[in-house]
Every structure is written in C-alpha cells, then in structure tokens.
C-alpha cells in the first residue's frame, strides 16, 4: 500500500511541470476563435489540410517584434530579415515531435535560402542552453535560435493573429514582416513546402 502511495506522489510530481506548461499554453489562447475553420470572429483565416492555418494576403496583420539572444550568443532581430520570408519554428530539445522535424527543416532551410527564405528558431522551455545546442548540432540545424526559456516571445503575438500555441509550432512571416501561415503539429518536408512555397510565389 505504501508503495502505491509513493509511486502517485512519484508520478504528480513528476507531472506537475508538464501541467503548469500545459496550462501557460492553454491559457495563452484561452478566448480566441483560432482553431476555427474558415476563421471565424475578425480572425480572417482558414485552416486547410494538414492542419496549416492561413490568411488572404490583404488580411494579415504584422508579426510583433520577435528578438533576443541567439544560442550562440548573438543578438538577432527577425525585423532585419523584412524583404524576405521568415520561417519562426517554435521548438524544445525535450520535445519528441520537435526532434522528429527537425530533419525536414534542415532540410528545407538550405532548399530555399536561395530563394529569400530565411528560417530563425526559438528555442522554449530548454532551462539551460546546452540540451539546445547539442540539438542543434545532432541535426545539423543550419540556421539560429533566440533562446527563449519561459516562452516570452510566443506571448507577443497578438490576440486574433495565428498566435504560436504548441510545442512545436511554425508561423511564417512573408516578406513585409505580416503573420501569413501557422501549424501547431510537427511538420515534414511536403507541409513545410506548403507553407512556404505559396509566399515565394507572391508578386
């Protein structure tokens, strides 16, 4: 009997952190109407397959400033890429579908960096660098990440826009700096292209 006792208290605690990040999330979109399909409210938005939300040219609204620290130590501020498409994928070295798609972003980053794509990661809920770092270096991410440990960045975006409410989320910016695509699911090569191919199009 005690020991079931000690395995319960084992396993609240353990869950404990899991639930207050699931709760910070939650409550970050709490009263939004961005999971509705075809947008709904002033949201202006639709949600195709594969869960990629998205917004009519004239209907997107500018990306908050989104800046920082990279894990290598520099200053980065997304505001310096205006002109070209910026990719923001949301990730933590802890999270399982962060590292299953992470190969495709790599992947797609080099794709397309010829093509004015520029992809800029912010690493969350990592309380130390080097668990970032090491996945990075695992996966051969070639571009940075604004470290980002208590999730300030994804509280910026504003109420109404396709708001970053996962880990892992992408929303990408197209190139006059406005929120034009979301997913908050892990992403392969042929959805990341979804997202982004439709912006390299753009007149």
């Known amino acids: 009997m005690s020991y079931g006792r000690a395995s319960r208290?084992?396993?609240?605690?353990?869950?404990a952190p899991a639930a207050a990040v699931a709760l910070a999330l939650?409550?970050?979109?709490?009263g939004?109407?961005?999971?509705?399909?075809?947008?709904?409210?002033?949201?202006?938005?639709v949600t195709g397959s594969g869960g990629i939300s998205t917004v009519a040219k004239a209907d997107r609204k500018p990306a908050p400033k989104i800046d920082g620290e990279t894990l290598d130590g520099e200053q980065l501020d997304v505001a310096d890429f205006k002109g070209k498409i910026v990719v923001l994928n949301i990730w933590g070295s802890w999270c399982g579908p962060c590292r299953l798609e992470a190969q495709y972003f790599s992947r797609v980053a080099k794709e397309t960096k010829d093509k004015g794509v520029?992809?800029?990661?912010?690493?969350?809920?990592?309380?130390?660098?080097?668990p970032a770092v090491k996945f990075e270096k695992d996966y051969g991410v070639p571009y940075p990440s604004i470290y980002d440990p208590i999730g300030k960045l994804m509280l910026?975006?504003?109420?109404?826009?396709?708001?970053?409410q996962a880990i892992p989320s992408t929303v990408v910016l197209d190139r006059e700096g406005k929120i034009a695509a979301r997913s908050l699911t892990a992403l392969d090569a042929e959805n990341l292209h979804k997202m982004i191919d439709p912006l390299i199009a753009e007149k």
């Not at 520029?118 to 660098?129: P, Q, S």
């Not at 910026?156 to 970053?164: D, E, I, N, Y």
């Open 9 to 15: 208290r084992r396993f609240t605690l353990l869950a």
């Open 26 to 30: 939650t409550l970050t979109a709490c």
């Open 32 to 45: 939004d109407n961005d999971n509705k399909a075809g947008g709904g409210g002033n949201t202006n938005f």
């Open 118 to 130: 520029e992809f800029v990661g912010i690493n969350t809920r990592d309380a130390r660098k080097d």
């Open 156 to 164: 910026r975006f504003p109420k109404g826009t396709l708001r970053p």
